[in-house]
């Protein structure tokens, strides 16, 4: 029996992944890291984005983000350290670190937005 | 003759690799494989953006002074360089995807490819649209 792979779920993760980041996190970036921060446009209040933050689909939103943007960091740095350093003695650690990382970071995600109050 | 013949010593049919060596740095040899490493290297800021956006979220959820708090923490000096830098990496990725997306869907139209250039300014136009309804939500004083 051929032994199933699971890198076509990995590699779909992260090319969705790949597609949400393309599209929304240069502009949340822009307004987030630097034009709020800077005064460059005035920044939201606290009381607006908490109560933005409660609407279920806008954290259904945030959790998509962090879950498909963290599993497509994993899938495409877990190749950059295969590739660029040449350490294929280390590759199941690299795995087990990457898709770790990814799935704590999903968890952390799915805690805070689960908890929000 | 005093020389004595060892016999020789090799795992019969048992070619040797040739392997010729590569250097650890070897994607600093050219433009295009800096550029390759460079777009992997994306990722890096994409994971580093949730932690961001994740700490944004603990804020807001611990009260106000909490925000203020993460708030400041985002005008130092340090977090807004990284920042910066972060947002050149976010949108090389957004580039380089959106210019490779005709390769990765072959769309079709009454049996006729649709052309390159129109699959990515589909892609482009997304992210413009997409970017405008984010900050339409977002901008508010």
Redesign the interface.
Known sequence: MAKQSNEPVLWALF?A???F??????????????A???GW??????????A??RLPLARLY?FS??FL??F??A???R??LYD???IKHLNELIFFCCYG?AIL?TV??GY??W??? | MTETRQPARYTEYHPRWYRSH?S?WW?LARWPYLKF?LR?????F??W??????L???A??RG?EA??AF?RW??NPL??LL??I??FF??F??VT??NVAPR?MAVRFRGKRVPDLWIVGANYA??AA??LV??W?????
């Open positions: 090319s992944g790949g597609v980041a393309a599209l929304v996190i240069p502009v949340h970036l822009f307004l987030l890291g630097l709020f921060p800077l446009i005035p920044a939201p209040g606290y009381e607006y984005l908490h933005l933050v945030v983000l962090c943007a963290l497509h960091w899938h495409r740095f190749y950059t660029g350093l040449q990382g970071g952390w995600a805070l937005l908890n929000f109050r | 590569v650890t994607w490493i992997e290297i994306s990722s890096v994409v994971a953006f949730v932690v961001v956006l994740l944004q979220i603990r807001l959820s106000s925000y203020a708030e985002l005008q977090i807004v920042n910066l972060t947002l976010v949108a990725h957004a995807w959106f990765a997304a992210w997409v970017s984010l900050a939500f977002l901008v508010r004083s």
